[in-house]
C-alpha cells in the first residue's frame, strides 16, 4: 500500500508560479513511477507530468510542456510539480497518482494504482 498526500495548492495571478508536492508513505516510493494529473470541474482527469523511478526521464502534456516541471525525491519519498506561468487555463484539482507498472503509458490513468486526494490550484486572471 502507498499512500499518497498532496499539499501546495492555492490562489495565484495568472504569470505566478506554485510548487506542488506529494508525500508518500511506505519505503517502496522508489519502485513507482509517479504522475500529476488534473481534474477541471465538468471535465475528465487528464495527464499533466510524469516521472519513472529513477527520475531519468519524465514526460509532459503539451499544454504544459516549458511551464512545468516534474521532479522527485527518492530519500523523502516526495514528487514535485513545479508550475510557472501559470494560466487560468490551469486552473483544476491537481491531483498525484503513483504506478507499479506504466505499460507503456504513462498518461492513462488506468495504469496508477495510488492516488492522493487532491490539491486546488486556482488561477486568477
Known amino acids: 500500500q502507498v499512500q499518497l498526500v498532496e499539499s501546495g495548492g492555492g490562489l495565484v495571478q495568472a504569470g505566478g508560479s506554485l510548487r506542488l508536492s506529494c508525500a508518500a508513505s511506505?519505503?517502496?516510493?522508489?519502485?513507482?513511477?509517479m504522475g500529476w494529473f488534473r481534474q477541471a470541474p465538468g471535465k475528465e482527469r487528464e495527464f499533466v507530468a510524469a516521472?519513472?523511478?529513477?527520475?531519468?526521464?519524465?514526460y509532459y502534456a503539451d499544454s504544459v510542456k516549458g511551464r512545468f516541471t516534474i521532479s522527485r525525491d527518492n530519500a523523502k519519498n516526495t514528487v514535485y510539480l513545479q508550475m510557472n506561468s501559470l494560466k487560468p487555463e490551469d486552473t483544476a484539482v491537481y491531483y498525484c497518482?503513483?504506478?507499479?507498472?506504466?505499460?507503456?503509458?504513462?498518461?492513462?490513468?488506468?495504469?496508477?494504482?495510488?492516488w492522493g486526494q487532491g490539491t486546488q490550484v486556482t488561477v486568477s486572471s
Open positions: 516521472i519513472t523511478r529513477s527520475g531519468g526521464s519524465t
Open positions: 497518482a503513483a504506478s507499479y507498472s506504466w505499460s507503456g503509458r504513462h498518461y492513462y490513468t488506468g495504469d496508477y494504482d495510488y
Open positions: 511506505g519505503r517502496t516510493f522508489s519502485r513507482y513511477h
